[in-house]
């Protein structure tokens, strides 16, 4: 009994201390870690977010793998970072096949050595109702947004541990922690994804000898990269959650990573619909989506992707 109390005690402290630190880091500008020479990984590199964080990692003096479905803009996010004098490798894969990873992270070992941060950004989502959805389009959204993260972790964790060293960054999204109507696929995928995250960084805090192995999970709020265009809250309230810009989503997630920042919501408001949705009846975060219009948001995005498949307007 007495163990227990000491535990009990000790854990008091150790919560009270973090808590302390968090308010610190929050007030107090984090001191941030150079990732100069350090060889980065990023999937999804052709585009949005992916591209951004390239541009991001290569102003910090890093050396770029890209990764990316699309050749040919996965080869300009290549020239963008080349034209910042710093190095950039583009490999095409299938992150759908599990083969495809494997085989080109070999290539990537063999032809650059090993990866020391992996950016898991890559992401698609179906845009479809559920009983409209093609099967194949929500696997695919299974695949690359959730399944894809174990095989790009099986794949390069392995050297990260054996070095004790490494960052593995898993962009997820606010659809993680919380839903919404019409995007079955995505959010399962994301809620997959957070929960994957989690685990693995649970499972590095309970090994010995890797501790300097870190991981940071990067959930932001609906990004204007036209990814989900056409999704709005209450017009009324538009002003106040807007799309994010991609730049500051990827420079606030960029802070994150270099302070070694285990999670962050972007922008901060998120956290408080996070906790609500804990604490909140059911009921209550029924009625708080009704209000701000979160609970039809994905109604005029359906639409608007209905649209451009039926090439009525242009995708962006």
């Not at 060293?165 to 839903?179: P, R």
């Not at 972007?266 to 975060?285: D, G, H, K, Q």
Request: some cysteine; proline content about 3%; charged content about 20%.
């Amino acid at each position: 009994m007495m163990i227990v109390l000491i535990d009990l005690v000790s854990m008091l402290l150790d919560l009270t201390y973090t808590i302390i630190s968090a308010m610190v880091r929050a007030i107090l500008r984090p001191r941030l870690k150079s990732v100069d020479g350090q060889l980065c990984l990023i999937t999804g590199a052709g585009g949005g977010l992916g591209r951004l964080f390239a541009l991001e990692f290569a102003r910090e003096g890093a050396e770029l793998v890209l990764w990316d479905c699309n050749t040919e803009a996965n080869e300009k996010t290549a020239e963008r970072v080349r034209e910042l004098g710093c190095r950039a490798h583009a490999y095409t894969v299938d992150l759908t096949k599990r083969e495809s990873i494997y085989q080109t992270a070999d290539r990537v070992r063999k032809e650059l050595g090993d990866v020391n941060i992996l950016v898991n950004n890559a992401g698609v989502v179906a845009g479809r109702r559920l009983l409209e959805c093609p099967d194949e389009l929500l696997e695919r959204t299974m695949l690359v947004n959730c399944h894809a993260l174990f095989w790009m972790t099986k794949a390069f964790l392995p050297q990260m541990k054996a070095k004790n060293h490494g960052h593995i960054v898993t962009v997820a999204s606010t659809l993680g922690l919380f839903s919404t109507a019409c995007v079955e696929d995505y959010c399962a995928s994301k809620f997959g994804a957070v929960g994957f995250h989690e685990s693995l960084t649970h499972s590095l805090l309970t090994e010995e000898g890797v501790d300097g192995v870190k991981t940071t999970l990067i959930c932001p709020y609906i990004v204007n990269t036209g990814m989900f265009a056409g999704c709005q809250i209450r017009e009324e309230l538009q002003g106040l959650i807007p799309p994010l810009d991609p730049l500051y989503c990827v420079q606030e997630s960029m802070k994150a990573i270099l302070a070694d920042q285990q999670m962050i919501c972007i922008p901060r408001l998120m956290y408080f619909a996070f906790v609500s949705r804990a604490l909140l009846p059911w009921e209550a975060n029924v009625a708080t989506y009704r209000f701000m219009g979160g609970d039809k948001c994905m109604y005029s995005f359906i639409k608007t992707k209905q649209q451009v498949v039926n090439g009525d307007v242009k995708s962006s």
